[in-house]
């Protein structure tokens, strides 16, 4: 089972990403599911490799998930629980073809397994959905805030 959704965001897709990945600040993203991600070992530094373990707690519940991209256009990852629960889940961050300046936001994942039955059972591309308006939300009131500083600033 394939899932995706997308959301036009006023914000650059390196405003985009940037967001997405600052884990530590995770928590202002109004999201039920992901409630933080943390790397592994925590104190680890510097951009997140290919390959990299990160834990994320999703609904209560601690996933390891392993880093399968992380490029300007794309981050990527999968999870394997119990050798049962499967899927690669991807954020693509592109230039938005109707609005020079913002970014066509994707969110998609492919589920495998029993993950693939199971989430048929569930409102998932609601989910997905809900969570492009709240990663929305987050990312022009950080880029509206940014503007904020940089104008009192001058």
């Known amino acids: 089972m394939f899932v995706s959704a997308e959301i ?9 990403r940037r967001v997405l990945l600052d884990w530590e600040n995770w928590g202002e993203i109004n999201n039920d599911v992901i409630r933080s991600i943390t790397r592994i070992p925590p104190e680890k530094s510097g951009p997140v490799e290919k390959g990299e373990k ?5 609904s209560g519940m601690d996933v390891q998930f392993t880093v399968q991209e992380n490029t300007p ?16 889940h991807s ?16 969110n998609a994942e492919e589920f495998i ?3 693939n039955i199971l989430m048929r059972m569930m409102p998932v591309e609601k989910m997905f ?3 492009c308006e709240q990663f929305k939300a987050r990312v022009e009131s950080v880029i509206g805030e940014s ?8």
Not at 9 to 15: K, T
Not at 73 to 88: P, Q, T
Not at 91 to 106: I, L, N
């Open 8 to 16: 036009e965001i006023a914000a650059s897709p390196e405003e985009c």
């Open 54 to 58: 990160v834990n994320v707690n999703m």
């Open 73 to 88: 256009n794309e981050f990527k990852w999968r999870f394997d629980k119990f050798l049962v629960l499967a899927g690669i």
């Open 91 to 106: 954020y693509r961050f592109e230039p938005s073809k109707t609005t020079p300046g913002q970014t066509r936001f994707v």
């Open 113 to 115: 397994r029993l993950n």
């Open 129 to 131: 959905h809900e969570f």
């Open 147 to 154: 503007a904020l500083i940089t104008e009192g600033g001058a």
